[in-house]
């Protein structure tokens, strides 16, 4: 009985740690839009700028990219996804903010 009251608790935690991530992704979605992100990406189409679930799927893996996509939002770049460069996004979009996004977009 008491094997079966800890597995049911295990379960509803996991349960509640999966809601907490889809309100942090959706404050992360909406940090995103506010900053000006989602004027040239999207979450699963290309536009400008590559889907956001194609740089998850090209850096999945990598335990360095955090911190390159975090260069790459400050300061802009050009050449991994075309030649269309995108611009640097420090200091309008503070450096804690660029962290949530990107670690948003790593998790799709």
């Not at 900053?35 to 194609?54: E, F, M, Q, R």
């Not at 335990?63 to 802009?76: D, P, Q, R, S, Y």
């Given at each position: 009985?008491?094997?079966?009251?800890?597995?049911?608790?295990?379960?509803?935690?996991?349960?509640?740690?999966?809601?907490?991530?889809?309100?942090?992704?959706?404050?992360?979605?909406?940090?995103?839009?506010?900053?000006?992100?989602?004027?040239?990406?999207?979450?699963?189409?290309?536009?400008?700028?590559?889907?956001?679930?194609?740089?998850?799927?090209?850096?999945?893996?990598?335990?360095?990219?955090?911190?390159?996509?975090?260069?790459?939002?400050?300061?802009?770049?050009?050449?991994?996804?075309?030649?269309i460069p995108m611009?640097?996004?420090?200091?309008?979009?503070?450096?804690?903010?660029?962290?949530?996004?990107?670690?948003?977009?790593?998790?799709?």
């Amino acid at each position: 009985m008491k094997a079966l009251l800890m597995t049911v608790a295990a379960a509803g935690s996991l349960m509640l740690a999966g809601q907490a991530s889809a309100v942090d992704a959706k404050a992360a979605e909406a940090l995103a839009q506010k900053s000006g992100c989602l004027a040239c990406h999207t979450i699963a189409n290309k536009v400008v700028g590559p889907a956001y679930k194609d740089v998850a799927a090209k850096y999945k893996g990598d335990k360095t990219a955090e911190a390159k996509l975090i260069e790459k939002v400050k300061k802009g770049g050009s050449g991994v996804w075309g030649p269309i460069p995108m611009p640097p996004h420090s200091p309008q979009v503070k450096d804690a903010d660029i962290k949530t996004i990107v670690q948003w977009i790593l998790t799709l």
